[in-house]
Every structure is written in C-alpha cells, then in structure tokens.
C-alpha cells in the first residue's frame, strides 16, 4: 500500500497550489482519503476528507474553508488538494491518509488505516 504526496513547495501569499495523493496497494473506491496537515509545534490537524464510496466531501479546518477544494480521480486513483489564496499561516507539512469505508454514513476520517509521508508547503509573506 503506498500513498504518495507531491506538489508541494514554495509560494508567495495570495498564491495556489494543487498537493496529489497518489494511492495504490487498494480498492481507491473503498476508502476514504484525507488531508492533515502539520505545522511546527503544532498538532497535527484534519483539512478535508472525501469518501470514494459516494463523493460526499468534509471539510474540517475552519480557517481553509472557502480556499481549499478537495477533489478524486477515480481512473487515477488520486486525490487532489486544490488550495487557494494561501497564507502564511497555512505553511506546514500536508499528509493525506487513507481509511477504508465501513458504513456509508461513518465518519470520513476516523481510524486511519495509511498515511502518506507528507509533503512541504511554504508561503511566504
């Protein structure tokens, strides 16, 4: 099982990035895949989730709704993290998680079964 980050890197505030979380090793259409993110000295927090069972998408982080959009591929097997009108504040290593869906209406994000290794996003004022 693999799920692999990129699209990380440096930007300026007001910018965008778009992270992909390339998955393998599973059936893409019977998990769950999400977003955390990390910044130094910080928890670990949960952004978006979506579940590949139905579409249906989460948002969890206050302070990207409206900025982020959370999307899949499912001829892919990717999930995306479109992020826009990035601040500073949102600089933080971002991680996408896999958890296979039991119940339809569970929560998207509980038990995580995989974790990517994260990728760098940096924005700088």
């Known amino acids: 099982v693999q799920l692999v980050e990129s699209g990380g890197g440096l930007v300026q505030a007001g910018g965008s990035l778009r992270l992909s979380c390339a998955t393998s090793g599973f059936t893409f259409g019977d998990y769950a895949i999400g977003w955390y993110r990390q910044a130094p000295g910080q928890e670990r927090e949960a952004i978006s989730c979506?579940?590949?069972?139905?579409?249906?998408?989460?948002y969890y982080a206050s302070a990207v709704k409206g900025r982020f959009t959370i999307s899949s591929d499912r001829a892919k097997n990717t999930v995306y993290l479109q992020m826009d009108n990035l601040e500073p504040e949102d600089t933080a290593v971002y991680y996408c998680?896999?958890?296979?869906?039991?119940?339809?209406?569970?929560?998207?994000?509980?038990?995580?079964?995989?974790w990517g290794q994260g990728t760098q996003v940096t924005v700088s004022s």
């Open positions: 979506i579940k590949n069972t139905d579409g249906r998408t989460y």
């Open positions: 998680a896999g958890r296979k869906i039991h119940y339809s209406n569970g929560p998207c994000l509980s038990g995580i079964d995989y």
